[in-house]
C-alpha cells in the first residue's frame, strides 16, 4: 500500500512556474513507477509525465520542453517543474503510483494522490 500527497499547486501567471510535490509513504518508494496526470473541468484526467522505477521519462505533448519530472528516492518524492505555464495548464493534478512494468497509461496506476489545483490566470 502507498499514500501519496501532492503540495505546491497555486494560482500563478501566464508564463510562470510552478514546483509540484509528492510525498509517498512506505520503504519501497524506488520500487514504483511515478506519473502525474492532471484533470481539468468537464476533461477527462490525462497524463502529464511520467517516470519509471529505472528513470525513464515521457512527456505528453502538450508539456514537452516546459515541464520537468524528476524523483528523489532518498526523499520517497517525486516532483514536477512547471515552468512557462499556460492558460490551459489549469487543472488538478494528481500524482500516482504503480509497481507495474508498464507505466504510460493511466489505467495501470494503482495508487493516486488527492490532488493540487494549479490555476493559470492571464
Known amino acids: 500500500q502507498v499514500q501519496l500527497v501532492e503540495s505546491g499547486g497555486g494560482l500563478v501567471q501566464a508564463g510562470g512556474s510552478l514546483r509540484l510535490s509528492c510525498a509517498a509513504s512506505?520503504?519501497?518508494?524506488?520500487?514504483?513507477?511515478m506519473g502525474w496526470f492532471r484533470q481539468a473541468p468537464g476533461k477527462e484526467r490525462e497524463s502529464v509525465a511520467a517516470?519509471?522505477?529505472?528513470?525513464?521519462?515521457n512527456y505528453a505533448d502538450s508539456v514537452q520542453g516546459r515541464f520537468t519530472i524528476s524523483r528523489d528516492n532518498a526523499k520517497n518524492t517525486v516532483y514536477l517543474q512547471m515552468n512557462s505555464l499556460k492558460l490551459e495548464d489549469t487543472a488538478v493534478y494528481h500524482c500516482a503510483a504503480t509497481p507495474r512494468r508498464s507505466y504510460l497509461l493511466r489505467t495501470e496506476y494503482e495508487y493516486w494522490g488527492q490532488g493540487t489545483q494549479v490555476t493559470g490566470s492571464s
Open positions: 512506505g520503504r519501497t518508494f524506488s520500487s514504483y513507477s
Open positions: 517516470i519509471s522505477r529505472g528513470g525513464s521519462i
